[in-house]
């Protein structure tokens, strides 16, 4: 059975606490896009990793893996959640997915953060274990996105690299909208 698993960004601290701000498995096209996958019989899971400012990524791996990773499975992260896809894929080599979306993707190349949840190297044999890999990213995105598609294009050259153009981190705010249909029909 066809399932995917969508992963959030980053919350920090100050927005995880604030009642007003969704979480973020609830934010942006997330729920969205978790919707019309479920309508297409596709099982579609947003985990939500908890304390993500703590940059755990103990954490992340342990909600992920609660789901089924298989050759039919497409995995989807946004921001943060795109740069824990590399590296759980990259300490994986043993598993194979169908596809793979990293959206505004986040690898803290200039180490903005002080941590080490992405003190690792790209496996260049990512791209081979997948059917179909895309990045999709904003032409006006934040300069740390933009850096991390360069080092993604750089370390995956096989990757299919989309530009959207004003979508900037693909946040709600930014694409004035929650529905996301270039990735949906991008996943179908």
Known sequence: MRNAIILHWLTYEDEYYREEQPAGSDANWLPWLQK???MNDIKADTPEVPRPFDF???SW???VERYDITPETTLVGQSMGSG???RYLTE???I???KVFLVAPWLNVHREEDTDFFAFDIDPGLVARTNEFH?????NDRHESLDSVALLREKLPDARIRVFPGYG???LADMGTEAFPELLDAIL
């Open 36 to 38: 019309r996958l479920m």
């Open 56 to 58: 755990d990524y103990g």
């Open 61 to 63: 791996v342990r909600e």
């Open 84 to 86: 824990f896809w590399v």
């Open 92 to 94: 994986h080599p043993e």
């Open 96 to 98: 194979v997915v169908d």
């Open 135 to 139: 990045v999709f990213t904003s032409d």
């Open 169 to 171: 981190h693909f946040a």
